[in-house]
């Protein structure tokens, strides 16, 4: 009975097995995170970042973060006790991409981030072919992940060419704000050009 109890968690890592949820893992949430901010990630090329030097780090109990070089969160994984020795993890990525297609761009890397910790728990390589969504697929979303749809993709191009519209229209009109002020200060100027005046004496245009 020991033997079985003891091979239980073994099991569970090796196929994935024993009915838990795919962000489940039969270990406590200290040993889940002293296990990724131990794995650190190589600039190689075949990693979750590509050739991107990472940093691993974290709060020291249940968030572990991976940043940049430049100190740019890229992907973080927070960990909660799931009874008394499972663990929860969600994770997160929300940094790298540029505009509209920013939420497609963020949502490989989370995709690549679920499956380095997936391959870090259970012991084996990473597999940058399951890193295209095979692993991600079993883990339920994440409410902070921006939206990777191409319709999400095409709502925000709208709003952005919405937006530039409305700076265009807004600079237009603070544009003839100044060019009327321009105008008024330089007629203002042109009507007292000669003119000279003293404290208790009338104005004096020597024209007159």
Aim: some cysteine; overall charge neutral.
């Amino acid at each position: 009975m020991r033997v079985r109890i003891f091979a239980l968690p073994v099991l569970c890592l090796a196929a994935s097995a024993c009915d838990l949820g795919g962000n489940i893992y039969p270990m406590t949430p200290d040993q889940v995170y002293s296990k990724l901010v131990e794995a650190k990630i190589k600039p190689s090329g075949k990693g979750p970042f590509g050739r991107i030097p990472m940093s691993v780090g974290g709060d020291g109990t249940s968030t572990v973060r991976w940043k940049t070089e430049f100190g740019t969160t890229m992907c973080e994984a927070n960990i909660t006790p799931e009874g008394a020795d499972k663990s929860r993890i969600m994770a997160y990525c929300g940094a790298g991409g540029e505009g509209a297609a920013a939420g497609l761009t963020q949502a490989l890397h989370r995709k690549a981030i679920i499956e380095h910790i997936d391959a870090t728990l259970r012991g084996r390589d990473y597999d940058a072919r399951l890193a295209t969504g095979s692993t991600a697929g079993t883990w339920p979303a994440d409410p902070r992940q921006a939206d990777a749809s191409l319709g999400g993709a095409a709502t925000e191009a709208l709003k952005m060419e919405r937006d530039m519209k409305e700076m265009i229209k807004e600079g237009e009109a603070q544009q003839k704000v100044d060019k009327a002020e321009a105008a008024q200060r330089l007629e203002q100027a042109r009507a007292t050009q000669g003119v000279t005046f003293k404290p208790g004496q009338p104005m004096i245009n020597p024209s007159n």
